[in-house]
């Protein structure tokens, strides 16, 4: 039994998503430069190729969850395999929907509904699941990836993309510089988004990106889960998303600074038994 306090905390976060993502809608990608800039597009190009390779020949089943405006799912299209979209807000789905082209509809189903009720209304299994950007929006995220976990057939893929990090700072110093270099990072992003006349709702996120409150998700945590949840880890990768491509390999790959991951996984059996 939840006590009320939770159920209306819960409730609450749900009522916020469904809120900003309704201002986000069909400008969403403009808005998050980060998700398209040069140096994420080859860490999704990269994450995809892994899943791909994980999968069989023939009729594959994949399910992105929190799909939004479709950064994953337009991409699986394009490649040729039927996808599910879930999403809670229906201006999301709705500003998906509209891209979808002709010749790839018939693979696509797109679905508003909530993460964690899904999973106990639909008894479809997958055979990858794909999840960007959606945990830190959730008040329980663990409960919602076990549950998924269980709808993967044996050998399925679960990729976890774009969340972010639980930093741990190591060093003052480099600390500094990469809040300096983000700093940078958005004073041009606003300005940029000023110049295009595109709106901008920083400050409406604090409820809905909840497990921020927490300084994001930590890896190890979401590994554990995912190990008792009958799920071999494949890989962990760690990163510093910026607003700009730029300042992203700057972050990454001189100064080493991290803020964002993405974890690949695959379900298996675990001493013989099946998940
Ligand atoms: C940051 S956006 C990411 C969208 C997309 N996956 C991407 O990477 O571009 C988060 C998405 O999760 C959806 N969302 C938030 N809470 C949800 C929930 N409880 N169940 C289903 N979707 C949810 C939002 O409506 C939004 O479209």
Known sequence: MISSDTANLKEKILEENKRVHALEDRLYLFRHPEQTNF???????????????????????????????????????????????????????????????????????????????????????????????????????????????????????????????????????????????????????SLAMKIRNIPVFEEEYELSDYQRRFGGIAPDRLTTTLTSAGMEILEVEKYCARRYGFFAFLTTCLLGTQNTFNLLAKRGAVSGKEY
Request: net charge neutral.
């Open 39 to 189: 140096f994420q597009t080859r860490i999704l190009r990269n994450s995809l190729n892994k899943v791909c390779r994980g999968l069989g020949e023939g009729n594959v089943n994949i399910l992105d969850l929190g799909c939004g405006t479709g950064y994953l799912l337009l991409k699986l299209l394009e490649r040729g395999y039927r996808v599910t979209g879930v999403d809670l807000s229906d201006s999301m789905i709705r500003a998906l929907d509209a891209q979808i082209p002709a010749d790839h509809r018939e693979r696509a189903r797109l679905v508003v509904g909530e993460a964690d009720e899904f999973a106990d209304q639909s008894d479809e299994r997958y055979d990858a699941i794909l999840i960007s950007a959606l945990l830190h929006h959730l008040y329980d995220y663990e409960t919602v990836v076990k549950k998924y976990c269980a709808k993967l057939n044996p050998g399925g893929m679960l990729l976890i993309f774009f969340e972010p990090l639980k930093q741990d700072v190591r060093s003052a110093l480099r600390y500094a510089l990469h809040r300096g270099i983000a700093a940078l990072d958005q004073q041009i992003y």
